[in-house]
């Protein structure tokens, strides 16, 4: 099956950006950098998380600078009139030539609250859909009001004259989003035209977007499927799991309780497990015995890795961290055995960002199947330490003797 690969822009950024010593912040330079690279390298697209550099504003910047590379907007619903987001959407699709995607992000529930949205998890949903029913209402018709218990607009007239609204490119802007719980898998199967669930093993995860399809096949809609993954690509295997080897041995103890907490929760490792899974009791009692777990311990499937990352350490089973790690070959055959089990999207990062973007550009993209809607050149890498010269010089500890490769200055 052909896929779609996505990267990722945000700014924290670094080769270990779980750690203290291994983060840096990515300035407008380093994110134009970035973003050029991304699209030079034939990626579909990339995803831009909600977090300090407003997504929204972020595309906005970076889309005059790239040609093909599509924008995948993390936006909460509600933190923005759907009309005013309409606004704002239509002047991006209009700049980047229709390369506008939004991600629907229906919450953190602590953090909501900071920007106004009190309502419940469930209830978010509800308020979700209308609010994406009211945006793509007056997407096609800029003039229409909206009625629902949510959300209400009045009909819109314009009587200043001489006044031009940018031309839409899109007939409508696809959303993609996620939701685990029954009501965020209704949401999804109602809302979204890309579903996205955090990595899991390929038969389970195939499973899992059976079932969503089913749901929405209920409504008269059918959608694409999507997941996340970090990656570790390396000339060799060897050289791979030295790698990721190196990324265990510079995440302190501490940080990696921590990490591990964010699926698990708090104290969790004070708590029965329950399991009786061999290869996680060891990873719990190494924990417990204020150790990290062996790098092998933490390997669920042929290149899947559990090891930390910024988005957690869960040693339970593949989510939101978990890596794939092999060869441009190795790597090439994993995301083709998930794309076999329904996976058509694949939104992926390494660290740090634009020397992991480049390499996966040059050595795994020639290898699959893509469909990213334009024809994906022969990789040149004729500007690359141009791009990479905004970034400090990390090393790499999965080249012989240790070579350092360019990256940037903190």
């Known amino acids: 099956m052909p896929v779609k690969i996505l990267w990722y822009v945000q700014s924290a950024d670094g080769p270990v950006p779980w750690t203290e010593d291994g983060v840096w912040a990515n300035d407008l330079p380093r994110l134009r950098a970035l973003a050029q690279g991304i699209d030079r390298a034939g990626f579909y697209g990339a995803l831009l998380p909600t977090g300090p550099h407003e997504p929204l504003a972020l595309a906005a910047a970076l889309a005059p600078l790239t040609e093909h590379m599509r924008f995948l907007v993390a936006l909460y619903p509600g933190l923005l009139s759907p009309a005013k987001l309409v606004d704002i959407a239509s002047v991006i699709d209009n700049f980047s030539g229709g390369r506008l995607l939004f991600n629907v992000v229906n919450g953190h529930d602590a953090w909501l609250p900071e920007y106004g949205m009190f309502l419940p998890h469930d209830e978010r949903y509800a308020y979700s859909a209308e ?7 007056r997407w096609a018709d800029p003039g ?40 965020g898998v209704a949401h999804a199967a109602q809302v979204v035209d890309s579903y996205l669930a955090f990595a899991d093993l390929p038969d389970r995860l195939g499973g899992k977007f059976r079932e969503v399809a089913g749901i929405a096949a209920g409504l008269g809609r059918s959608l694409s499927f999507g997941t996340r993954f970090q990656v570790i ?16 041995e510079r995440t302190p103890y501490a940080k990696a309780v921590e990490l591990s907490a964010y699926k698990a929760g708090p104290g969790w490792l004070d708590r029965d497990q329950d399991t009786d899974d061999p290869r996680a009791l060891r990873c719990v009692d190494a924990l417990r015995a204020g150790r990290l777990p062996d790098v092998q311990d933490l390997v669920v499937h042929p290149n899947v890795w559990l090891g930390p990352s910024v988005f957690g350490f869960d040693v339970f089973g593949p989510g939101a961290g978990t890596w794939l790690v092999g060869t441009p070959a190795q790597v090439a055959e994993r995301i083709n055995e998930y794309a076999a089990h329904g996976t058509e999207s694949f939104i992926l990062s390494g660290w740090p960002l634009l020397q ?3 390499r996966f550009g ?23 330490a141009e791009l990479l010269a905004a970034f ?13 490769t360019p990256a940037a200055h903190r």
């Open 233 to 248: 690509v390396r000339d060799t295997e060897e050289e791979a799991w030295a790698y990721a080897q190196s990324l265990l």
């Open 392 to 404: 400090p010089e990390v090393d790499d500890p999965s080249v012989p003797g240790g070579r350092r």
């Open 131 to 137: 609010y994406w029913d009211a945006f793509a209402r």
């Open 356 to 358: 992991e973007a480049l």
């Open 362 to 384: 040059r050595d795994v993209l020639p290898l699959l199947d893509v469909d990213h809607g334009f024809e994906v050149r022969p990789y040149d890498g004729s500007s690359d």
């Open 144 to 183: 229409e009001g909206y009625e629902g218990k949510h959300i209400k607009l009045a009909a819109r007239t314009f009587d200043i004259p001489l006044t031009y609204f940018p031309e839409k490119v899109q007939p409508r802007v696809p959303l993609w989003g996620a939701g685990g719980s029954p009501a």
